[in-house]
């Protein structure tokens, strides 16, 4: 069964737990009206920094949820759980293994009415995503579509995330994408640090993906919410 809870999601704040972020800042972001808190990073997420921060969010209504990149940072008692795929890599252990490892130490305890597969498309080769999961994230428009197909028309992914971490991405690509998709839920995530990339991006993907800005510019951070609602 899939019933998306995430589907009503079109603006969604990316919190690292490896990072450091003060009450007051965290207070305007769970505040702010955006739809989610998506919990995750490429590297350094434990166990420990995963549990401090769901607690702290856990203060406010805002919806929370994970997405599990590693087995140290699996934890219980988010309101849903994404677990990454990464579709162009050729390393099999971020396309399939690590996901399978997960789920012979942990599946009998995973909330399946509440976790979603996410198809990724890496496509920022300097990012540390691209990085760890050896993505080969060069590619074109074209070159991007048998990777689209894959996810949303074969193996039926409810989520296809275009991450461009860190660099805001190619909005014509992203247009293509959306253009070409049956049934996943379109993320965007990459570079948004204005309200105007946000609206930018808002206007082909489903749900609009804001992370680092947080970190370095608050009052821009916040400024994406309105961005995206507008775009509604
Ligand atoms: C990262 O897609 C998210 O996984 C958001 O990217 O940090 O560049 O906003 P930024």
């Not at 070159?143 to 014509?172: A, N």
Request: glycine share 6%; hydrophobic share 45%.
């Amino acid at each position: 069964m899939d019933n998306r809870w995430y589907a009503h999601w079109r603006h969604v704040f990316k919190l690292d737990p490896e990072k450091e972020i003060d009450d007051a800042t965290l207070d305007a972001i769970c505040l702010s009206g955006t739809d989610a808190i998506l919990l995750g990073g490429s590297s350094g997420v434990t166990f420990d920094n995963t549990v401090d921060l769901l607690a702290r969010v856990r203060r406010y209504s805002v919806d929370c949820a994970l997405e599990v990149s590693t087995l140290d940072g699996a934890v219980p008692g988010f309101d849903g759980y994404f677990v990454p795929f990464v579709m162009n890599t050729k390393n099999a252990d971020w396309l399939m293994l690590k996901q399978l490892e997960g789920l012979q130490q942990y599946g009998a305890f995973v909330p399946w009415e509440a976790t979603a597969a996410s198809g990724y498309i890496v496509l920022n080769e300097q990012s540390t995503a691209a990085k760890v999961s050896e993505a080969e994230a060069n590619l074109s428009s074209q070159d991007v579509l048998p990777y689209v197909w894959l996810t949303d028309r074969l193996l039926h992914m409810p989520v296809l995330y275009i991450e461009y971490s860190g660099r805001f991405g190619d909005m014509s690509l992203l247009a293509r994408v959306a253009a070409e998709l049956d049934q996943a839920q379109l993320f965007y995530g990459g570079g948004i640090d204005s309200a105007d990339k946000a609206a930018q991006a808002a206007k082909h993907a489903d749900t609009v993906v804001v992370g680092n800005v947080v970190y370095d510019n608050l009052q821009a951070a916040i400024s994406t919410v309105q961005a995206v609602k507008r775009m509604v």
